[in-house]
């Protein structure tokens, strides 16, 4: 039985404002860096740039759903993503 491919996704958040609805930060997972901003009153979450966006979009809203309560400015996080990257 062989497992599945993994990914360590690490995330950093840089910025907060529950008055806005929004959490900023950095994601990086294998040689990728992204920046995202999730709107969580509008679910809207942007990830830039675009190379390799696919690969990190939904993983990461999952996490950020899961996990926004506990999610401080300053605050390193990781998750695993089902993938290799």
């Known amino acids: 039985m062989s497992l599945a491919p993994q990914t360590t996704a690490h995330v950093r958040i840089t910025d907060q404002s529950w008055q806005q609805g929004r959490i900023s930060g950095e994601v990086r997972a294998a040689d990728y860096t992204w920046e995202f901003q999730w709107q ?3 679910g809207r979450l942007q990830v830039s740039p675009s190379l390799g966006r696919a690969l990190i979009l939904e993983p ?3 996490f950020l759903e899961r996990s926004d309560y506990q999610l401080e ?4 996080y990781q998750f695993t ?5």
């Not at 400015?73 to 390193?76: I, Q, S, T, V």
Request: cysteine-free; overall charge positive.
């Open 40 to 42: 969580f009153r509008k």
């Open 81 to 85: 993503v089902r993938a290799k990257f």
């Open 73 to 76: 400015p300053g605050g390193n």
């Open 60 to 62: 990461l809203n999952r």
